[in-house]
């Protein structure tokens, strides 16, 4: 397996752009989730989703979209990009998003700088 | 008041040295709390969870204080490979479903 792949691993924009972030996971995980990591911060859910066709708002979600068509991906859109969304961007999954110890695990990260 | 606090560091142990971390939480609803790692630019990967009774795990162990909302974490005997940063995870969703609030880290060098 190769458990919860990102892609692409570094990206730069500039501001206005659009780009989509793709996530995928072989695990057949129905609760999959998109982080952002600052420094100074913890991690930040930007959006989530439980199941194929259902994604719901996280924290931090302005200036995201996301879609969840199959059980596998789970794409993160930034439509028009700001500098404000230069982060390293995490997907997760686990396996139903409910259970107090249930585990989440996370892609590699993609690290976005945008200009 | 961040949700979720962690001191920063770093911490600066030799090999072989005991080192211990803490957390507090603010919500009190908190239901479940776990401890991640994550290596210099490595994604999260989950360390141990954190039961109320404290659990070991060979050299780590960890504790959850529900009256004063603090997790700790002790790693004895620490190695050179325990140098990373520590995570401190808060569940605050009551009815189970994930809703996972992070700590900023608190980073540990293990020096030689």
């Known amino acids: 397996n190769a458990g919860v792949t990102q892609t692409p691993k570094f990206q730069v924009l500039k501001t206005g752009q659009s780009m989509t972030l793709q996530c995928a996971q072989d695990?057949?995980?129905?609760?999959m989730s998109w982080y952002r990591q600052d420094p100074g911060m913890g991690l930040r859910l930007i959006h989530y989703?439980?199941?194929?066709?259902?994604?719901d708002q996280g924290e931090v979600p302005n200036g995201y979209n996301v879609s969840r068509s199959t059980t596998e991906d789970f794409p993160l859109r930034l439509l028009s990009a700001a500098p404000s969304q230069t982060s390293v961007y995490f997907c997760a999954s686990s396996r139903t998003g409910w259970g107090l110890e249930e585990t989440q695990y996370f892609g590699p990260g993609t690290r976005l700088l945008v200009l | 008041r961040k949700e979720v606090e962690q001191d920063p560091g770093p911490f600066n142990v030799p090999e072989g040295a005991t080192v211990a971390f803490n957390c507090t939480y603010s919500n009190s609803a908190s239901q479940s709390f776990f401890w991640y790692r994550q290596d210099c630019r490595k994604e999260p990967k989950l360390l141990m969870s954190v039961y109320s009774s404290g659990n070991e795990d060979g050299r780590f162990t960890a504790q959850l204080n529900r009256a004063s909302q603090y997790i700790s974490l002790l790693i004895r005997d620490s190695k050179l490979s325990d140098s990373a940063t520590y995570l401190c995870?808060?569940?605050?969703?009551?009815?189970?479903?994930?809703?996972?609030?992070f700590g900023t880290g608190t980073r540990l060098l293990v020096s030689p």
């Open positions: 995870v808060v569940n605050r969703d009551q009815t189970g479903f994930q809703k996972l609030v």
């Open positions: 989703s439980v199941g194929a066709g259902i994604t």
């Open positions: 695990m057949n995980h129905e609760y």
